[in-house]
Nanobody, 119 residues
Framework: QVQLVESGGGLVQAGGSLRLSCAAS????????MGWYRQAPGKQRELVAV???????TYVDSVKGRFTISRDNAQNTVYLQMNSLKSEDTAVYYC?????????????WGQGTQVTVSS
């Protein structure tokens, strides 16, 4: 019913930049929050950044000052601008949205996009 399509991953040199995007579609009444998670091999998935319905943002300490989450409400799209990338940023990045569908709160995951940072 709700689908997320991610794009923007790839291979980049340390210090470079990438911009991830995640577009949501479906019978969504309202968005409560949109965020980005990442998971590296052998590690647990961690929250990277989130933006709530009021526009406030939260970041994991390791990306503060380097990553910026933003949204385009008209296109139901969330972005993650990643600057000054480090090798430790290498992971599969997943977008997640918490939405109201048929008067019920649900969350949905994107398919994941690989980000690889070489040093």
């Amino acid at each position: 019913q709700v689908q997320l399509v991610e794009s923007g991953g790839g291979l980049v040199q340390a210090g470079g930049s990438l911009r991830l995007s995640c577009a949501a579609s479906g019978s969504i009444s309202s968005f409560l929050a949109m965020g980005w998670y990442r998971q590296a091999p052998g590690k647990q998935r961690e929250l990277v950044a989130v933006i709530n319905s009021g526009g406030s943002t939260t970041y994991v300490d390791s990306v503060k000052g380097r990553f910026t989450i933003s949204r385009d409400n008209a296109q139901n799209t969330v972005y993650l601008q990643m600057n000054s990338l480090k090798s430790e940023d290498t992971a599969v990045y997943y977008c997640n949205v918490a939405v109201i569908v048929r008067s019920r709160i649900n969350d949905y995951w994107g398919q994941g996009t690989q980000v690889t940072v070489s040093s």
